[in-house]
């Protein structure tokens, strides 16, 4: 399962320079949106069967998970639980597995890990882990494999979006004390993917999704990257799996009683900075209370505890996400590592409204290669979907599905947003689903049953130029 990914770092290296055909050994995948981070956007009629609001600006009602806890604290926790045993189920798995998909990306809050929340001040429902855990174990068993991602940051990273739990302008990630949180985060969420056997999917942690695009208003953001892949790699180098570039010679003093005592030990060892340290140290009483209450305890207890896995990829927003001189994740590197750019042509930006103008940008992206130049490689489109900023035609979609499968196969490969989205009167039956419903684009014959294939390989040949016009190098 884990070495799938492994050989994308080579492979991404040979992708051709026209798009003749989707390379082979991809990530074909879809987002679990709205699973156990829900954007009510995507599920109007249950949001407001909830007990949720709709409006145009989502700070001002109860359109975000962070309103709806501050507005029905009694209920807030059953409310969930009852959206996350039915949003995605063994049903989904199966109809998933059925349609190719190798790979899902499980967009998560921080408060996933409860123990981050600052209460009161903070609300968010809780109990979402064990939905994790038994969701984790349905991808195992149907060896689809699973990426972490870390999609809404403890103090908010981007503002004014669902996504981020708390729909609000005022961002205050990017400061020392949310880092830190952030932090901790991961060295929970690695820990668990290595010593939990219902992570076994996991092959991939991304740091952070879709961070303010200005880097002049994301202060310190590479200093946090560099922490974020020392974090994962000292938990891993504590577990015993070899990290390339770090000496294991630095921890021959650890205890090897059980793991939380060989944590401790590493947590005190210059050989990372403080910022790491302390997210170790913090992550520890976490780790016990977990272990107690999913009966983990063996694992982080006993003197067994080093593993032979694979180390994780880290994975984090491109590069190229960002303007004004942003800072390199490349730069953060220490083992296999990975890059996800998000491409949204219904946002507009990219290429004018029409269908030409769509496929003679896609067609002609140089997104891939413009990342590699700056080692940003293996390049994963971690989000695209069908919709566009004009009435599209079903003959358009199909042409729109395979140009950019074609596409953004040239890299890694992709995850479609979504895997599903709700079908009923407030979205026009399935017109939000039509475009942005992976499962629904099989039904209706937009995308192939077999996700490596297309309708027409050739789609992209009457769009070819020689050189990029149009938004096509963006």
């Known amino acids: ?56 600006d989502c700070s001002t009602c109860i ?13 807030v ?15 989904h798995v199966n109809q ?55 999609h809404a940051l403890p103090g908010v990273q981007t503002p004014g979006q669902m996504f981020t739990g708390n729909c609000t302008n005022d961002v205050q990630f990017y400061t020392p004390y949310n880092y ?7 060295a929970v969420m690695t820990t668990l993917t290595h010593l939990d056997p219902t992570f076994g999917s996991v092959f991939a942690i991304e740091a952070i999704n ?19 892949v020392a974090t994962v790699r000292a938990v891993e ?23 939380v005592s060989a944590l401790s030990t590493a947590s005190r060892t210059s050989v990372f900075t403080p910022e790491v340290r302390s997210a170790l140290k913090d992550a520890i009483p976490i780790l016990l209370q977990i272990s107690v209450q999913y009966g983990l305890q063996a694992p982080l207890t006993s003197s067994s505890y080093r593993c032979s896995h694979d180390p994780l990829v880290t994975t984090f927003m491109d590069i190229n996400w960002q303007y004004n001189n942003p800072a390199n994740p490349a730069a953060a590197a220490i083992g296999p590592q990975a890059y996800d750019n998000h491409l949204y042509y ?71 947003w979504n895997f599903k989205t709700e079908i009923s009167s407030l979205t026009g039956g399935n017109a939000l689903a039509r475009q942005w419903s992976y499962l629904e684009g099989v039904k209706l014959g937009f995308l192939t049953q077999n996700p490596a294939e297309l309708h027409n390989p050739n789609v992209c040949v009457p769009y070819l130029s020689n050189s990029t016009t149009n938004g096509t190098s963006t």
Not at 112 to 125: M, S
Not at 371 to 376: C, E, F, P, Q, Y
């Open 1 to 56: 399962m884990k070495n799938l990914f492994l050989t994308l770092s080579l492979v991404s290296t040979i992708f051709s320079q026209t798009l003749a055909g989707p390379p082979t050994n991809k990530i074909y995948g879809v987002n679990l949106g709205s699973w156990l981070l829900l954007e009510p956007w995507m599920l109007p009629q249950e949001w407001l069967d909830m007990g949720g609001q709709s409006c145009a």
């Open 237 to 259: 180098l504590v577990l015993g799996i070899p990290v390339p570039h770090m000496s294991l010679d630095v921890f021959a003093s650890l205890s090897t009683s059980n793991f």
């Open 96 to 150: 998933l597995k059925a349609a190719g998909i190798n790979t899902v990306r499980v967009p998560l809050g921080y408060w996933i890990v409860e123990a981050l929340v600052d209460r009161p001040t903070e609300a968010y429902p809780r109990g979402g882990l064990a939905y994790l855990r038994r969701g984790l174990s349905w991808l195992q068993d149907a060896g689809i494999q699973a990426i972490l991602d870390h």
């Open 63 to 75: 359109a975000s998970e962070f309103a709806f806890a501050k507005a029905y604290p009694q209920i």
């Open 210 to 228: 879709e961070p303010i695009m200005d880097a002049s208003k994301t202060p310190n953001y590479g200093d946090f990257q560099k922490n974020f």
């Open 180 to 186: 830190h949180r952030a932090l901790v985060w991961t």
């Open 346 to 416: 219904s946002f507009g930006g990219v290429a004018d409204a029409n269908p030409t103008a769509y496929l003679t940008s896609v067609c002609n992206l140089q997104r891939i290669q413009a990342d590699a130049a700056l080692g940003n490689s293996p390049l994963l489109f971690g989000e695209w979907g069908l919709p566009t900023q004009f009435n599209a035609t079903d003959d358009f979609l199909y042409q729109w599905a395979d140009a950019q499968k074609l596409a953004y196969s040239q890299g890694a490969g992709w995850l479609f």
């Open 77 to 91: 926790d059953a409310t969930f639980a009852n959206h996350w045993e039915t949003w995605f189920t063994q049903d």
